[in-house]
């Protein structure tokens, strides 16, 4: 399987098991429409090994870890598992290392696919698998998605309570409240850490990027600015089953003084001379990986040119409470390499979102900076003001 892409499951019940050459912590979240748990319960590790149609079991060292999943015993509500993945040493990446998920038939062991997630760098955490309900049939979609913040990361963006490691790396004495394991603590000299210092600014040198609301990238990498061509991935999947959601993805140009130039969308694939391109109108959100994408050639991009900013609207009046998950994701066009992530993790009852800006420095360099701001609008054409608001 390739980042993205899924298989329908042909059997109920299913072992996922992944293996790399170094000892690995396995886990699964079952999650509910808006990709949260329910309680901590839903967590499901070395120290909670059993949920409702979701058990855990150890390798003992020498065998993979694994999580089985029954679809039949999974409880109403539950439309998705997700298995994540970590190096079981504090503080390890998986730079170096090539973890492998390989989803089985749980009644006879036969294979049905497996997964290797490319080009891993700072990450200490992954979800690397996710079983998930679609119209009422059970499919298996590779993930591949990386943390730099360890377990905890994980944990803490499905809302799993997680208490503060103690100051040694074992694990605490076992108290009520404790449900989860202590997260790895890694050095931020060796991570991409999605919370950046105060004073510091993130670039690209470290790997691949995870951005909360409101914080920057500088597009730089070994010093030199990233002036090539880009694509914007940006994709969302209903939140309930059976429905189909239409939005629609477009980026607006403006220029130094929040002067409006064009905006390029379903209806305007190609702006400013051929330098911004749309993918064009996907009219569900069904399917892995991107829902819609925007191609932009830094180099080629007229000087007048100093601000982008990508939106997602709803033209059929459906609410963003309505999508399980939205995303947005810029990668390098040429090697398909993932540079830097946003995923949307709140929700309005609202027609658009303005997911985030691409301003040009002084110096020349762009930076990306997530957004994440709901707006009234079901056309790009009512974005325009709101966006030049944001730049």
Same mark, same amino acid.
């Given at each position: 399987?390739?980042?993205?892409?899924?298989?329908?499951?042909?059997?109920?019940?299913?072992?996922?098991?992944?293996?790399?050459?170094?000892?690995?912590?396995?886990?699964?979240?079952?999650?509910?429409?808006?990709?949260?748990?329910?309680?901590?319960?839903?967590?499901?590790?070395?120290?909670?090994?059993?949920?409702?149609?979701?058990?855990?079991?150890?390798?003992?060292?020498?065998?993979?870890?694994?999580?089985?999943?029954?679809?039949?015993?999974?409880?109403?509500?539950?439309?998705?598992?997700?298995?994540?993945?970590?190096?079981?040493?504090?503080?390890?990446?998986?730079?170096?290392?090539?973890?492998?998920?390989?989803?089985?038939?749980?009644?006879?062991?036969?294979?049905?696919?497996?997964?290797?997630?490319?080009?891993?760098?700072?990450?200490?955490?992954?979800?690397?698998?996710?079983?998930?309900?679609?119209?009422?049939?059970?499919?298996?979609?590779?993930?591949?998605?990386?943390?730099?913040?360890?377990?905890?990361?994980?944990?803490?963006?499905?809302?799993?309570?997680?208490?503060?490691?103690?100051?040694?790396?074992?694990?605490?004495?076992?108290?009520?409240?404790?449900?989860?394991?202590?997260?790895?603590?890694?050095?931020?000299?060796?991570?991409?850490?999605?919370?950046?210092?105060?004073?510091?600014?993130?670039?690209?040198?470290?790997?691949?990027?995870?951005?909360?609301?409101?914080?920057?990238?500088?597009?730089?990498?070994?010093?030199?600015?990233?002036?090539?061509?880009?694509?914007?991935?940006?994709?969302?999947?209903?939140?309930?089953?059976?429905?189909?959601?239409?939005?629609?993805?477009?980026?607006?140009?403006?220029?130094?003084?929040?002067?409006?130039?064009? !905006?390029?969308?379903?209806? /305007?694939?190609?702006? *400013?001379?051929? =330098?911004?391109?749309?993918?064009? #109108?996907?009219? $569900? &959100? @069904?399917?892995?990986?991107?829902?819609?994408?925007?191609?932009?050639?830094?180099?080629?991009?007229?000087?007048?040119?100093?601000?982008?900013?990508?939106?997602?609207? !709803?033209?059929?009046?459906? /609410?963003?409470?309505? *999508?399980?998950? =939205?995303?947005?994701?810029?990668? #390098?066009?040429? $090697? &398909? @390499?993932?540079?830097?992530?946003?995923?949307?993790?709140?929700?309005?009852?609202?027609?658009?979102?303005?997911?985030?800006?691409?301003?040009?420095?002084?110096?020349?360099?762009?930076?990306?900076?997530?957004?994440?701001?709901?707006?009234?609008?079901?056309?790009?054409?009512?974005?325009?003001?709101?966006?030049?608001?944001?730049?």
């Amino acid at each position: 399987m390739t980042p993205g892409s899924n298989i329908p499951l042909p059997v109920a019940r299913v072992t996922v098991d992944v293996a790399a050459p170094v000892r690995l912590d396995v886990s699964s979240l079952l999650l509910t429409a808006d990709g949260k748990v329910r309680s901590d319960d839903d967590f499901i590790f070395y120290n909670q090994p059993t949920g409702p149609g979701v058990t855990y079991r150890s390798g003992g060292g020498s065998a993979p870890d694994a999580i089985t999943v029954d679809t039949s015993a999974v409880p109403p509500g539950i439309e998705k598992i997700v298995v994540t993945a970590s190096p079981d040493s504090a503080g390890q990446t998986f730079q170096g290392i090539e973890p492998t998920a390989t989803i089985r038939n749980a009644d006879d062991n036969s294979v049905l696919a497996s997964f290797t997630p490319p080009q891993l760098g700072s990450e200490t955490a992954l979800v690397i698998v996710e079983v998930y309900l679609r119209n009422g049939a059970w499919k298996a979609r590779a993930v591949g998605q990386g943390y730099a913040n360890g377990l905890a990361g994980i944990a803490t963006d499905f809302g799993v309570s997680v208490e503060e490691p103690a100051q040694q790396p074992t694990p605490p004495t076992p108290q009520p409240q404790v449900t989860t394991p202590p997260p790895p603590s890694a050095p931020p000299t060796t991570t991409a850490a999605p919370t950046p210092p105060p004073s510091g600014k993130i670039n690209l040198d470290k790997g691949r990027v995870s951005l909360q609301k409101n914080q920057t990238v500088s597009l730089v990498k070994g010093g030199r600015p990233l002036l090539s061509q880009v694509k914007m991935g940006l994709g969302w999947e209903p939140a309930f089953r059976g429905k189909d959601i239409d939005l629609d993805a477009s980026v607006i140009a403006y220029g130094p003084q929040r002067n409006h130039i064009d !905006s390029c969308y379903f209806g /305007k694939l190609s702006i *400013v001379n051929g =330098a911004i391109k749309h993918s064009g #109108d996907n009219l $569900t &959100g @069904e399917g892995g990986g991107d829902d819609e994408v925007i191609v932009v050639d830094l180099g080629r991009l007229p000087q007048e040119v100093t601000g982008l900013v990508f939106t997602v609207n !709803s033209f059929s009046g459906q /609410k963003f409470t309505e *999508v399980a998950k =939205a995303y947005c994701r810029l990668l #390098d066009a040429a $090697t &398909g @390499e993932e540079l830097v992530r946003f995923d949307l993790t709140s929700a309005e009852a609202q027609t658009g979102v303005i997911m985030a800006k691409l301003i040009k420095q002084f110096s020349g360099e762009w930076e990306m900076t997530a957004l994440g701001d709901f707006v009234k609008s079901r056309t790009v054409r009512g974005m325009v003001k709101p966006a030049a608001q944001s730049l």
